[in-house]
């Protein structure tokens, strides 16, 4: 039988693991966090610890939780993602939040790598011509989406989303979806955990799409629910409404 007491004994006992002795939070939350989020959230089962951290950083990322995003980052290297890994999930946050937003993230996992001596990874060298990211986007967007592909703002003959809708295609999914670091699988992970994390309503087609890319439907309702310690319960329930819809109730 779950009680509090179990919760928060296994909720500290994971916070050891991540944290070591201090996570950042302030003594008065120490035991709400060893329950509601680390026993409660973060030891559920149905999704990976290294893929439940990673949603923890999309979601830190999206909504600039900067001093927590930092400590994470090295909670994430201490769980063995690889520092080419966090980057990536840093950077895939910019199709969605803004670029400034991966620059600001990417600057805290830089002063985290740092401090632990942790070399930044190189950037690779990208010089695929825009008719290529636009080709490659395309095939990307068809295996995610299927025939709602090219529904919504995505609509071809659009000449109001048509404007900018372009270069999503190009920049996201064919540029930074396929950058290394990250597989497909891990990328949908990001992109639901970041649409909870920002209440978009692009959280219901992503999460259908998900399973495309190998995550079963636990994982992506339990991807959902990771958001919550970082951006809020509230969104992490709208999200879950949208994602009935979309995978059903059963």
């Known amino acids: 039988m779950t009680t509090r007491a179990s919760l928060r004994q296994q909720g500290e006992a994971l916070r050891q693991r ?40 999309a979601a830190l990322a999206a909504v600039q939780r900067l001093p927590k995003l930092r400590r994470h980052v090295g909670a994430a290297l201490r769980l063995g993602l ?28 830089a002063a985290e790598f740092a401090a632990r001596q942790v070399a930044m990874p190189e950037e690779p060298e990208r010089t695929d011509s825009l008719e ?13 989406h299927g025939d709602r592909a090219g529904q919504g703002y995505a609509a071809p003959g659009n000449t109001v989303t048509g404007a900018l809708y ?34 978009l309503g692009q959280v219901q087609k992503f999460g259908e799409s998900a399973l495309n890319m190998g995550l079963s439907r636990t994982e992506v309702i339990e991807a959902a629910i990771q958001t919550a310690p970082f951006s809020g319960f509230a969104p992490a329930l709208n999200a879950l409404g949208m994602l009935s819809e979309a995978l059903g109730e059963g």
């Open 166 to 199: 372009p270069l999503a295609i190009q920049y996201g999914y064919g540029e930074i979806w396929f950058r290394p670091g990250l597989d497909l699988r891990q990328r949908a992970l990001v992109a639901v955990a970041a649409f909870t994390a920002l209440k």
């Open 82 to 109: 690889t520092p080419r890994a966090i980057v990536e999930v840093l950077i895939q946050i910019g199709i969605y939040a803004g670029f400034a937003a991966s620059e600001e993230a990417v600057e805290a996992a």
């Open 18 to 57: 991540l944290f070591g002795d201090d996570d950042g939070a302030p003594a008065f939350m120490r035991t709400l966090n060893a329950e509601a989020s680390y026993g409660a959230i973060w030891s559920r089962p149905g999704l990976a610890l290294q893929d439940r951290m990673i949603c923890a950083l």
């Open 132 to 144: 290529a990211l636009t080709e490659r986007g395309r095939k990307l967007m068809e295996q995610l």
